[in-house]
């Protein structure tokens, strides 16, 4: 089989235009305002490259029809279905569907080199550059595959939420990645059938082993991870294929995702070498929760009472968090946010950086009832508000308001910066029930405060009797 020829001027190109309108769409995204925009930009682009990865290969072109069909009709169907809630759990899932393809394309690679171009006529052998791009590739790909399918379990409730801690764990994973990278060296000086598939067996076990013992508050920082190790192994593939286009998206996508980990890190008091290496939710007495839950006295308010509380106040700040997607309360919220700026009602919205269960959560569900994006603000731009405000009303937020973080060393969300809503004149604190805790298992006290009131019930209809209050 003969080499893969030399790529025409015209086509690299058109993959420097795809390159430029990824950037583009990245930029795009950065923004609530330009979010729309960057994904125009991002679609264009990869318009662009798979036009022109399909002139260059022009062969099988109705296997690649039937194949962009089915998955289009399936990638449609489910976008059109998908809530709001089930979001997170898709993207983990579409993150495996990258891993798995960068395992295949490594796979089919592996077996037939010659298709590929990267077979050394000579020895017979795959040329030496390729093996290390073979061996990157598939680990990585393979990495992200079963973290990923872990990362969907424990987000759709197939597998418990808190920490799995095994023993000697760390020895274990240390163990395990020096051997697939002492594999990957060693496969560089011999192709053979047992060294690629022994360092694809043990990348698969290695990325269960990564997020088991991640528990479900730091879930959103092992989303973007995960879409990290997705771009990589995008990447190394690229370069497999010899395709510029995904060498220049996976090293992107795989930047900005490291990137985005770590401002999220940061955010969370975090490291981020210990994201990389798994288990970052806490200790192992971190692992066990928080404690066993005590009955204590609250008070329990209605949608009249807290009307009324509002009404009076010059300034609220609501805090959104995962209730509100369930309940999808978006946009009755938004009118009654409506109502009470009609009344001279200062209003704003904190978002905490992991509020949700996957990064910018709480953003998409605002800007899709169109909240101003003025009146959104992150932990650092209005944390220190909080202790002037008249009513921090909290919808469906738990662990981000949970004040164990700043308290309690065993607690599982220890060290994890919260919004401060307790410093709030009035808190009003919205949730479904008592019995409930939040999905990394803690209960909170701002529950049981004197200046707390809770407001028990479906988020949506307790909003919109907010909202029928506040017009009478």
């Known amino acids: ?37 960057g994904n125009r930009y991002g679609m264009l682009g990869m318009l662009i490259a798979v036009v022109t990865t399909l002139i260059l290969h022009g062969t099988g072109l109705i296997e690649i029809a039937i194949a962009i ?32 393809a960068a395992v295949l394309v490594a796979g089919a690679a592996f077996l037939n080199p010659g298709a590929f171009g990267i077979l050394d006529t000579v020895t017979g052998h795959i040329h030496q550059v390729s093996r290390i791009e073979m061996g990157l590739g ?37 163990g395990t ?15 053979a059938h047992w060294v690629f598939f022994t360092i694809t067996a043990l990348s698969f076990v290695i990325g269960f082993l990564l997020i088991i013992p991640i528990g479900g508050a730091d879930m959103p920082v092992v989303v973007s991870m995960l879409n990290s190790y997705s771009g990589w192994a995008a ?68 949608a009249d009472d807290a009307a009324f509380l509002m009404g009076q106040a010059e300034q609220v700040i609501i805090v959104p968090g995962y209730g509100m997607a369930v309940s999808q309360a978006q946009h009755v919220l938004r009118e009654m946010s409506d109502l009470l700026k009609a009344e001279g009602v200062r209003v704003k919205y904190a978002i ?60 599982p969300i220890y060290g994890m910066p919260i919004l401060d809503v307790e410093k709030a004149k009035t808190v009003l604190f919205l949730k479904r029930s008592m019995g409930g805790v939040g999905y990394a298992g803690v209960d909170n006290d701002v529950f049981y405060m004197d200046n707390t009131m809770m407001l028990l019930g479906d988020a949506k209809k307790m909003v919109e009797e907010i909202v029928k209050a506040m017009a009478h």
Request: glycine share 10%; charged share 15%.
């Open 1 to 37: 089989m003969h080499e893969l020829a030399a790529t025409p001027a015209w086509a690299s190109l058109a993959y420097l235009a795809s390159g430029v309108l990824f950037i583009l769409a990245l930029r795009g995204l950065s923004s609530p305002a330009s979010s729309r925009r």
């Open 352 to 411: 905490h950086p992991v509020a949700g269960r996957m990064p910018g959560h709480m953003n998409v569900l605002l800007a899709e009832a169109n909240v101003p994006y003025d009146e959104v603000f992150e932990l650092e731009d209005i944390n220190s508000e909080f202790s002037q405000t008249d009513i921090a009303f909290v919808i469906g937020a738990n662990d981000v308001t949970n004040p164990a973080a700043k308290t309690d060393k065993s607690s």
């Open 69 to 100: 069909a089915i998955g289009g009709a399936i990638g449609f169907v489910t976008a059109r279905k998908i809530a709001m809630t089930d979001m997170p759990q898709l993207v983990a899932a579409f993150h495996s569907l990258v891993g798995l």
């Open 138 to 174: 598939v680990a990585i790909g393979a990495i992200t595959f079963s973290g990923s399918v872990i990362a969907f379990l424990k987000l759709n409730g197939n597998m418990s939420g808190a920490p799995i801690m095994l023993p000697a764990r760390h020895v274990i994973n240390l």
């Open 235 to 302: 990447a190394a593939m690229g370069f497999t294929l010899h395709n510029t286009a995904m060498i220049i998206t996976g090293a992107l996508v795989g930047s900005s995702g490291a990137i985005l980990s770590y401002i999220m890190c940061k955010a969370m008091n975090r490291s981020f070498i210990s994201v990389i290496a798994g288990g970052f939710g806490g200790g192992d007495t971190a692992a066990a929760g928080g404690g066993e839950k005590v009955d204590r006295p609250w008070k329990r308010g209605s």
């Open 177 to 191: 990645l020096a051997a697939i990278i002492g594999l990957i060296a060693y496969f560089v000086t011999d192709d």
